[in-house]
């Protein structure tokens, strides 16, 4: 959890995605499926990682685009930028990266990820039933060159031995 990557997704199903996926594992960490894309959903899919996982590692930075949900768009300058979900992750002691513009392969895990809920996620009754299928039983081969490994099983060998 040294890394995560946030991003926002206008899905067909007309609801706003957003995510919060581990660089190392792909595990989806935090997610939610919500009617309007907004700093205070950003804020709340972030808690959802401190929640979870803060007591085993913060999560060191988090890489995003200059989204408005993010109030990263907004920038003086010097290129350096305000806001309230920066304000707030910070309070963590995560270190928030906007990636360069016009360059979304450098979040290219999760945007990768909203592809895959584009396809599957009609699939499942609900959002978490989806994520458990792609954290837990789907193999990712950028894991396991053989395709044998989840992200949850990546996320949990990844972490440094003291943490489990």
Not at 2 to 13: L, M, R, V, Y
Not at 19 to 32: N, P, T
Not at 141 to 154: C, Y
Request: proline residues 4%.
């Amino acid at each position: 959890m040294t890394a995560g990557h946030i991003d926002w997704h206008d899905s067909s199903n007309g609801k706003g995605v957003c995510a919060i996926v581990d660089d190392s594992s792909r595990k989806i960490l935090s997610y939610g499926e919500f009617d309007s894309q907004n700093t205070e959903n950003s804020k709340k899919v972030f808690k959802m990682v401190v929640d979870r996982f803060w007591n085993i590692h913060p999560l060191g930075e988090l890489i995003m685009d200059h989204g408005s949900a993010f109030g990263a768009h907004r920038t003086d300058e010097r290129g350096d930028w305000d806001g309230k979900f920066k304000e707030y992750i910070e309070g963590y002691g995560t270190k928030p990266i906007r990636i360069r513009v016009n360059h979304p392969q450098s979040n290219g895990k999760i945007e990768k990820w909203f592809d895959l809920y584009e396809l599957y996620r009609d699939e499942f009754s609900t959002f978490d039933e989806f994520i458990h299928w792609y954290n837990c039983v789907r193999t990712h081969e950028s894991l396991d060159p053989k395709g044998l490994k989840t992200p949850e099983e990546a996320f949990w060998e990844r972490l440094p031995e003291r943490r489990i």
